[in-house]
């Protein structure tokens, strides 16, 4: 027995055009992750953690949206369903 396989193939592609007029105000980036993903619950702790990570000016917008999300995404208050 081979276990499970599967043909399928999913793609899930970002789509960042609303959020990126918001990359260069983290504060209401943050705000956008906090109500899409975190339904609100977000903690100081981690809002402190996502400013702190998008405060690096290096950053694209795409990629300080994206960071934004994927934080926001991994942190407690996102992976818990609401």
Not at 21 to 43: F, Y
Request: charged content about 20%; proline content about 4%; some cysteine.
């Amino acid at each position: 027995h081979d276990g499970m396989k599967s043909g399928w193939t999913w793609s899930f592609p970002f789509d960042y055009r609303d959020t990126l007029d918001l990359a260069e105000n983290p504060d209401a980036l943050v705000d956008q992750m906090n109500l899409l993903v975190c339904a609100g619950s977000m903690t100081a702790r981690t809002r402190g953690i996502m400013l702190g990570a998008l405060s690096n000016t290096a950053l694209s917008q795409k990629d300080r949206v994206a960071l934004a999300l994927w934080t926001a995404m991994t942190s407690p208050e996102g992976v818990v369903q609401k």
